[in-house]
């Protein structure tokens, strides 16, 4: 059928992941999702099903009755259908929320000079979660130590949340030209999402 998969926007036009060609092809059916055309028009499964496949279309599925074409891009209906924990928790997506700054002197560095720090340490039950984890450069990291910002004397410029935006979703590899024009090509590597490093939890 296809390679690649389905690329999947939000309400906003934003792509948040690619998903497979039967799940897409689900979500339309349930009416969960739209797929958009070459012109950025709208189909809800019937209209998209009964569309004419061009002749050299390679990109189809074929039913008892009939043919239908694999879209490229879908977006989902209802926006809360995304699961809140689209940022993903990681470390690269804590330095992007804080700015690469650290949270106690406010230093803004380079990511290699900048460490992540429990704010309440492991070893006194701090998890680590968006509210416990902060961006911190390597001399107050060293300072606070196995310490509590109180017992540290330092104080957080910030209450850490979890982060309300979405980061821009780009895919790796060879994409399909449709694709394009919704994936933003601003900082496309600092987003690969593919590269995030995981956020270690020992
Ligand atoms: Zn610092």
Redesign the pocket.
């Known amino acids: 059928m296809t390679d690649s998969g389905v690329l999947v926007l939000n309400r906003h036009w934003q792509p948040i992941h690619v998903t497979s060609v039967r799940r897409a092809f689900s979500l339309l059916y349930v009416g969960a999702a739209r797929a958009i055309g070459p012109d950025y028009s709208l189909f809800d499964f019937d209209s998209w099903a009964s569309l004419a496949v061009v002749e050299h279309e390679r990109r189809v599925i074929r039913t008892v009755s009939r043919v239908i074409q694999i879209p490229y891009v879908i977006m989902l209906q209802l926006y809360d259908r995304i699961p809140r924990a689209q940022v993903r928790f990681s470390r690269l997506h804590i330095y992007a929320r804080d700015g690469n700054r650290?949270q106690?002197?406010?230093?803004q560095a380079d990511r290699s000079q900048l460490n992540l720090d429990h704010v309440i340490p492991r070893s006194r039950g701090g998890r680590t979660t968006w509210e416990n984890v902060v961006c911190?450069?390597v001399?107050?990291?060293l300072r606070k130590a196995a310490r509590t910002p109180q017992e540290a004397g330092m104080r957080l410029i910030r209450q850490p949340v979890r982060p309300r935006w979405t980061p821009v979703f780009r895919p790796r590899g060879a994409l399909p030209e449709q694709w394009l024009p919704f994936l933003s090509t601003t900082s496309a590597s600092y987003w690969d999402t593919e590269q995030v490093e995981e956020l270690e939890d020992p």
């Open positions: 650290c106690y002197c406010g230093v911190c450069c001399p107050c990291n």
